[in-house]
Nanobody
Framework: QVQLVESGGGLVQAGGSLRLSCAAS????????MGWYRQAPRKQRELLAT???????NYADSVKGRFTISRDNTKNTVYLQMNSLKPEDTAVYYC????????WGQGTQVTVSS
C-alpha cells in the first residue's frame, strides 16, 4: 500500500507563488511516475505535470512556463513550484503516483485572490 500526503496549499494573491509538496510512503517501486492534478469546482480533474523516477517531465499547456515539477527520490517526495499564480488556478490540487497501480493524495486547497 502507498500513502501520499500533500502540503503547501493556501491563500495567495494573484501574481504570487506557492510550493506544494507530496510525500509518498509505503511499498513504492523504484520505477514510477508522480504527478500533480487539480480540480476546480464544477470542472473535471486536470493533469498539470508529471515526472518519472528518471526525471522526465511533462506539463500541461495551461501551466507550462509558470509551474515546475521536481522530485527528491531519496525522500520519495514530489514538488510543484507555482509562480505567477492566477485566480483561475484556484482548485484542489492532488498528488498522484503510478507504478502499475495508481494512488492519490487527499488534496490540498489552493486559492488565488484577485
Amino acid at each position: 500500500q502507498v500513502q501520499l500526503v500533500e502540503s503547501g496549499g493556501g491563500l495567495v494573491q494573484a501574481g504570487g507563488s506557492l510550493r506544494l509538496s507530496c510525500a509518498a510512503s509505503g511499498s513504492i517501486f523504484s520505477i514510477n511516475r508522480m504527478g500533480w492534478y487539480r480540480q476546480a469546482p464544477r470542472k473535471q480533474r486536470e493533469l498539470l505535470a508529471t515526472i518519472t523516477s528518471g526525471g522526465w517531465t511533462n506539463y500541461a499547456d495551461s501551466v507550462k512556463g509558470r509551474f515546475t515539477i521536481s522530485r527528491d527520490n531519496t525522500k520519495n517526495t514530489v514538488y510543484l513550484q507555482m509562480n505567477s499564480l492566477k485566480p483561475e488556478d484556484t482548485a484542489v490540487y492532488y498528488c498522484n503516483l503510478w507504478h502499475g497501480y495508481e494512488y492519490w493524495g487527499q488534496g490540498t486547497q489552493v486559492t488565488v485572490s484577485s
